[in-house]
């Protein structure tokens, strides 16, 4: 078997050129492996040496004891505050670095708002009693425009205490907590003091159940960027409308738009897409050109959110848009028969017979 050649400066490598005849002497075999072997722990040590210099650098960076046993002293880790120049003295544009997450009951009141924070920006609160997606939603939320998260909480109880003496546009809301849920937070807010609800939960069960308090989105865990955007543009809507009715009752009375159930989410309709509304028991069935959705609420609460120059009531349980009506005729006593362009038709109520006159300009 041939016999490895001993490395340059071990010993065996003299004994095998002084063997006579060329032949290496059978007792350099084990010469040679001998220093071989110093060879290459000298060889490993200079590796040791050079990784350990540098893990002493970097325990000392970080404060950490080195191998002597003193003690570096440990480097302050730097908090860089800065607020953007554009923002008003005064104002509360200023942005922290995000530290770790709250803790368990902690109201926290950061100034977050990125890009144009001032009087119309949005207040955010997050009710969620997991730390990782708290903190993870507030970053979502503070790289959004006209957005001012000013709250976070990680319990219904620390939640309801802080929302009922400071007042919020939106509340980015968990369903499952313990002690106090979502639904049950909602319930103890005085009806004037509830702001605009998106639901962000784990679990796509309570979607109906949300749609009955009127919440204007339903976020499924992981959040998606692109789902949120979403919902912050229905939020951004209705604030805007809520802002313009405040400063003007008479503007915004009656909403261009209507949010109805899809699939787990919420869709809105224009209400010109609107042919007609029928009731289902406590539903009312909307119905459009191909399709229709149900949402819960009563025939007269519906009708009160629609502008009468648009909508008539024919009865109780029925109302339609006016320009969709094409043709009128007779149907008993106080009673007609109403044809719609699309071909369907429908018979008014005795006590509507007024409202139906008065709407479709019939004479008397």
Known sequence: MERRSPRRGCAGAAAAAAAPGGERDPACTVA???PRRACDRRQAGRGRTERGHFRRRRSAAFGAPSRAGARQPARTPEVRLWSRRSAA???QCARRDDGPPAAAGV???SARCHGGCGMNAMKVAIVDDEPLARARLARLLDAQPGVEVVGQHAD???ALAALSKEAVDVVFLDIRMPELGGFALLERLAPGRRPM???VTAYPVHALDAFEVQAIDYLLKPLSERRLVQALSRARELHALRTAHAADPSVGRYPKRIAVPERGRMRLIQVTEIIHASARGNYVEIALEDTSYLIRDTMTGFAARLDPAIFVRIHRSRLVRIDMVE???PYGPAQYWLRLRNGQGMSSGRSYR????????LLR
């Open 32 to 34: 040679a492996h001998r």
């Open 89 to 91: 003295p005064g104002s």
């Open 107 to 109: 109201h926290s009141v």
């Open 156 to 158: 219904g109880g620390s």
């Open 197 to 199: 609800v998106v639901f």
């Open 327 to 329: 043709h009128v005729e």
């Open 354 to 361: 007024d409202p139906v006159r008065a709407a479709l300009g």
